[in-house]
């Protein structure tokens, strides 16, 4: 099982709907997450950070992170083209507080 | 304020050579931490550098190798380069200030190193 797994996609969603993304990740006691974006050929580029359950809203990202189940998910409202790219989920795992474990990425494309 | 920056951008390299990049962290920043990314194998953490001392390591072979300097700047080296070694070397800084708890990374441009 991997540490930190998402689907891989591709996630194709009409301009202006809402984009779910999701991960999950094997080790309970990960304490940080991130979500990062990629666009083709750029490096990554953050989105949200959360650390306690619930829900957390920056404009029309909102990351939702429910440890019990081991879950974080990101979801893009009003999603426009300029949304299509790659998106990373990050964890940092018990012991390792800067340490980075990646998910290998959900390629979303929004469509006019 | 001014990004993380990486040179060079872009490196060729001949299996069997070594190389050298740079990064210099966000101003204020002392955590520098190194990424690869491949296709195959996503982004995967290298290791991290901070005040002068590599605090963390991933599972990459000694080939592989960093330092930092007093004003953060980072290097890292890669021996005698292999095919598979071709990817984009990313580096991170965070504002770690050496107590616990994690600091967001943010990441330079990257490094793409082909390898032939």
């Known amino acids: 099982q991997k540490e930190v797994e998402q689907n891989s996609g591709p996630l194709s969603v009409p301009e202006g709907a809402i984009a779910s993304l999701n991960c999950t990740y094997s080790?309970?006691?990960?304490?940080?997450f991130f979500w990062y974006r990629q666009y083709s050929g750029k490096s990554p580029e953050l989105i949200m950070s959360i650390y306690s359950n619930g829900d957390k809203e920056d404009g029309r990202f909102t990351a939702q992170l429910n440890k019990a189940s081991q879950y974080v998910s990101l979801l893009i409202r009003d999603s426009q083209p300029s949304d299509s790219a790659t998106y990373l989920c990050?964890?940092?795992?018990?012991?390792?507080?800067?340490?980075?474990?990646f998910g290998s990425g959900t390629q979303l494309t929004v469509l006019p | 304020k001014a990004g993380v920056t990486q040179t060079p951008r872009y490196l060729i390299k001949t299996r069997g050579q070594q190389v050298t990049l740079s990064c210099s962290p966000i101003?204020?920043?002392?955590?520098v931490s190194w990424y690869q990314q491949t296709p195959g194998q996503g982004l995967q953490f290298l290791f991290e550098y901070f005040s002068e001392t590599q605090r963390n390591k991933g599972n990459f072979p000694g080939r592989f190798s960093g330092r930092q300097f007093s004003n953060s700047r980072s290097e890292m080296n890669v021996s005698t380069l292999e095919l598979g070694d071709s990817a984009l070397y990313l580096c991170?800084?965070?504002?770690?200030?050496?107590?616990?708890?994690?600091?967001?990374?943010?990441f330079g441009p990257g490094t793409r190193l082909t390898v032939l």
């Open positions: 990050a964890v940092t795992l018990s012991g390792s507080a800067r340490q980075l474990t």
């Open positions: 101003s204020g920043h002392r955590s």
């Open positions: 991170a800084s965070s504002s770690r200030t050496g107590g616990g708890g994690t600091d967001t990374q943010y």
């Open positions: 080790d309970r006691g990960s304490q940080s």
